[in-house]
């Protein structure tokens, strides 16, 4: 019996095609060419907990299968999100940000919720920090619009990604593949399924990707944004009896590389000279050609992820009950380059330190009489996490900030640089340049979710459903900051030679002593005042009723029509940064509309669907410019009302066996209803920033070449519409800043893939490219320093990427 864990299980009868995206036709079991596709391939899915046909659910699904992931030579979701409209995956593989339909969070503080629910195996993947992992034996990724609060609960207001891995068959079977690439890319995985009986089977899968990287460090000629990373999954099955299965995985993953490199886009001056502050927009340097220099030190991009899940399903004659216990760990570091130069006096990174915990377990029981089909269940989740958010600089780039933001009465307008000329006029051989300096907010988050929830589809009449479903969530949290004090350790040795000689100086040069050793004592950055050194400790509790409605209705038997009402939920929280400060829970609030129509006589299949959503309470993170009168911007979570309209429609033409079109597209008009940012700027009725329009096409023709095999070309574009910029998307690095390139413009994406499979299926060859055209986009600007050192900068996208691909199957 197949194992129905929670979330979309897809069981995909034939070669498959779903959501648009082809699966190609398996090896020597191809019709002969041109051949007419009298009925499309059906494909099963369990959206809503229960197996039902991809047309006949009343939901906007996108449905990513392996076959597209293969064609894309796509390593996790951020390599995927462009061929799924209205999906967007940002950020770097520890800090990613999701988004559907233009709602996201955009925050990785353990105090916050993203809005968007990640899943793996039908388990919740906690922060974000541990949600994009390796495509490792992928079956498919369900990507489900709109708010999920009822079937997925907590944190699904914006809508479900779901990861399905491949389960242990009874055939034996095994593969290598190996890719090699520009850049230095070097890829290799393979699998192995074997039955161990007549009820029991394994999985075992591996992978180890590496690549040198496409920036290179103009001062030191270091390679930068490369990957190192490898992982491994163990699944194993027991059919215990014929009405009860036992699946038990576990998954590892080890990512260790560089962090995400910064490109400095303003010339800097001759070094001792600062640049002006701020620095002027026009002279920013293009950064898809400016030189990169970073000096970060203790560069690191790291995640260690194990995991276990462990499922049972038995089946009675009143229907069937599934049981699923996971956990869930995995540690990040992530220290990268904030300046975007390598000049000591401008010299500032940050760093994300996570270590997370948590264990989650469902009870879920289901039937069908007919009539009423019905699923109710309970569950629990658990998450412990700690988070050490660090800020490095050293004395000399304090100065310039000193400097730069007038807090220093002397005549150059540094501290630590003049006063250490002071004591070499007297004579005395000690300095306060060139000390590090390290602040840091720490975080412990205790939080835990309860649910009870049920879904009931009631057959009105052969043709009409009424659906009604409710959950009913508890989250609990308990929450503390300590924002200790600041660590330099040369610089308070320095200080306490210092001391003793100060009473020996004129009173003027004292004065001025005793003003560096009262900066040179405390934070600048998380300037906590009266709170430093204190643990501060905060709980509270939050309770949701996420309802939803949906009526169905067959014109025919291959047309539906549906209209649905639903509701999301997201936990409120904490914000890490700001010690004291909590927001409530996020309610979004979702009406649809759309129909789903098959016409096989012709080989079609199309969707389309019409929704509005109310967003209340969204949680975002922004960059405040001047937090705290500090003088030094932090990234704060603030709060607003949204609203938006939109569309989402896809089609699939397979007039053959051997040839296929489709595409989906997303168009939605998202707008605050209530805004202020915290720069200020009042953005009620301006747009979010979602661009109006984004779409996704392509296609694939097989040749059958006899006894000589079949060869495949697959073709796909994706196309990403312009950000619509407000009066704050500057300040963030949204929208452009400088006539000399543009942020925020339209992007494309083109990739091709030529393959060619021996006759029996066991070898295979394939050349791809993806990225056809080498489209450079600039990404964002970085204004965390801009204000503070004069400087700013840039990521970019990737280039080109052509490689080669041999499979060996067996």
Not at 700 to 718: D, P, T
Request: with cysteine; aromatic share 10%.
């Amino acid at each position: 019996m197949r194992l129905i864990e929670r979330g979309l299980v897809v069981s995909i009868r034939r070669a498959l095609l779903a959501g648009g995206i082809l699966a190609a036709a398996a090896a020597g079991a191809a019709e002969p060419a041109g051949e007419a596709a009298t009925e499309l391939d059906r494909v099963v899915v369990t959206a809503q907990s229960r197996e039902q046909e991809l047309q006949d659910v009343p939901i906007a699904i996108q449905v990513v299968t392996d076959t597209l992931i293969d064609a894309t030579a796509s390593y996790d979701l951020q390599d995927i999100d462009t061929f799924v409209p209205g999906l967007s995956v940002t950020g770097q593989k520890t800090q990613p940000y999701f988004a559907i339909r233009g709602i996201s969070t955009g925050d990785f503080g353990i105090g916050t919720d993203p809005a968007v629910g990640v899943y793996v195996d039908g388990v919740y993947a906690a922060r974000s920090g541990g949600s994009v992992l390796a495509f490792n034996d992928v079956e498919r990724i369900e990507v489900l619009k709109g708010p999920q609060g009822t079937l997925f609960g907590r944190n699904s207001a914006a809508g479900a990604v779901s990861i399905i891995s491949k389960l242990p068959q009874d055939e034996l079977e095994g593969r290598v593949r190996t890719r090699i690439g520009e850049n230095g890319e070097r890829y290799v995985d393979g699998l192995l399924n074997t039955p161990l009986g007549d009820t029991t089977a394994l999985r075992i899968s591996a992978l180890r990707n590496r690549s040198d990287g496409w920036l290179t460090d103009a001062a030191t000629g270091q390679d930068l944004n490369g990957d190192d990373n490898w992982a491994t999954r163990a699944a194993f099955r027991w059919n215990i009896s014929n009405d009860t299965t036992m699946v038990f995985s576990w998954d590892h993953e080890v990512v260790d590389q560089l962090a995400r490199p910064a490109i400095g886009i303003v010339a800097l001056p001759a070094a001792p000279e600062r640049p002006p502050s701020p620095p002027d927009p026009r002279l920013f340097l293009d950064p898809r050609h400016a030189p990169v220099l970073n000096d970060v030190e203790g560069n690191e991009e790291s995640r260690t992820f194990d995991g276990a899940t462990l499922s049972f399903t038995h089946a009675a004659d009143w229907g069937s009950f599934t049981s699923t216990t996971a956990w869930r760990e995995f540690d990040t570091v992530n220290r990268e380059d904030e300046d975007g130069t390598n000049r000591r006096d401008l010299y500032l990174d940050t760093a994300n330190i996570e270590d997370n915990r948590s264990l989650y377990q469902e009870f879920k029981f289901s039937g069908n009489t007919g009539r009423v089909d019905w699923v109710a269940g309970a569950s629990y989740y658990n998450e412990r996490a700690d988070q050490i958010s660090q800020v490095n600089v050293y004395t000399d780039s304090l100065d310039t900030l000193i400097r730069n933001r007038g807090l220093a009465p002397t005549p150059d307008g540094t501290l630590f640089g003049f006063f250490s000329d002071v004591l070499a006029g007297y004579g005395v051989p000690l300095s306060l340049r060139d000390h590090a300096w390290r602040e840091e907010m720490i975080n412990h988050a205790d939080s835990r979710a309860y649910a009870l929830f049920g879904d009931t589809i009631w057959k009105l009449t052969d043709r009409t459903n009424f659906t009604v479903g409710l959950r009913y969530t508890r989250d609990e949290k308990r929450f503390s900051w300590l924002n200790g004090p600041r660590t330099a350790a040369t610089l308070d040795a320095t200080l306490a030679q210092i001391q003793p000689l100060i009473e020996q100086l004129p009173p003027d040069v004292q004065e001025q002593a005793m003003i560096a050793l009262g900066v040179a004592s405390g934070d600048i950055v998380f300037n906590a005042g009266a709170l430093e050194g204190q643990v501060v400790r905060d709980e509270d509790s939050w309770s949701d009723l996420s309802p939803r409605f949906v009526l169905d209705f067959h014109l025919d038997p291959d047309t539906l029509l549906f209209a649905s009402l639903a509701k999301g939920y997201k936990a409120g929280g904490y914000n890490s940064l700001d010690i004291g400060a909590q927001f409530d829970n996020e309610d979004v609030w979702n009406l649809e509309t759309g129909i789903k129509q098959v016409l096989p006589g012709v080989g079609l299949q199309w969707n389309a669907s019409v929704f509005r959503y109310v967003y209340s309470d969204r949680q975002a993170i922004r960059l405040d410019p001047d937090s705290a009168g500090s003088g030094v911007p932090r990234y704060l979570v603030d709060t607003s009302d949204e609203e938006a309209w939109g569309v989402d429609a896809g089609v699939l033409w397979q007039p053959t066996r051997q040839f296929s079109l489709d595409a989906n597209i997303a168009f939605i008009d998202a707008t605050y209803k209530d805004k202020v940012a915290p720069s200020g700027a009042d953005l009620s009725g301006a747009p979010t920033g979602e661009p109006y329009l984004s779409f996704a096409v392509g296609g694939q023709y097989a040749w059958q070449l006899g006894g000589g095999g079949e060869l495949a070309l697959s073709l796909r574009h994706a196309w990403r519409g312009k950000s619509r910029c407000n009066a704050d998307s500057q300040l963030q690095g949204d929208c452009s800043v400088s006539p000399n390139f543009d942020v925020g413009r339209a992007q494309q994406r083109t990739d091709l893939r030529l393959g060619w499979r021996n006759a029996d299926g066991h070898l295979g060859i394939a050349a791809y490219a993806n990225n056809v055209f080498d489209q450079r986009y600039v990404l964002g600007v970085g204004n965390y320093t801009t204000d503070v050192f004069g400087t700013t900068y840039a990521t970019i996208s990737p280039p080109r990427q052509v490689g080669v691909e041999v499979e060996v199957r067996f």
